[in-house]
């Protein structure tokens, strides 16, 4: 019994790991990973989808991404999605791809993805201690 509730916890905490991995990946740093825009939602018939089934994403240079879309007639919807995301980060459409160039973070955004940062640590070290 005691082994099962060890176990039980075990597993909870590794989730809440996870979940803060999952969301510290989607945070913006001066270098390009496709977990930034993956997620993005993008009106697709209608319907918000990820950007990850409507296209592929990929990074060509350390501080741009790439992404193709599976259907080229998605290419506006895209570009209006990653416009309404809050990322910060101007699309440029050149009809068969859309290319995005992360600009380099100034100072005052740096620390605010700090705090971000610290208190997403924050409700994980709470979500482990609630887990004990």
């Known amino acids: 019994m005691l082994n099962d509730i060890k176990a039980d916890a075990k597993k909870r905490m590794q989730g809440a790991i996870q979940s803060l991995e ?4 989607h945070i913006r740093t001066g270098r390009a990973s496709p977990a ?10 209608d319907m918000p989808t990820p950007l ?6 990929s990074v060509p240079e350390p501080r741009s991404l790439l992404i193709r879309p599976f259907d080229p007639s998605t ?11 809050d990322l910060g980060l101007t699309p440029n459409n050149d009809g068969k791809v859309v290319r995005l160039n992360l600009p380099s973070l100034t100072e005052d955004r740096r620390k605010e993805l700090v ?3 610290k208190r997403r640590a924050e ?10």
């Not at 999952?22 to 990946?25: A, I, K, Y």
Request: charged fraction near 25%; aromatic fraction near 4%; charge should be positive.
């Open 22 to 25: 999952n969301d510290l990946s």
């Open 36 to 45: 930034l825009v993956e997620n993005i939602r993008v009106s697709y018939y």
């Open 52 to 57: 990850q089934q409507l296209a592929s994403i």
């Open 75 to 85: 290419l506006k919807e895209i570009v209006r999605g990653i416009l309404a995301s």
């Open 115 to 117: 705090k971000v940062v």
């Open 123 to 132: 409700d994980a070290r709470v979500a482990v201690r609630n887990i004990r």
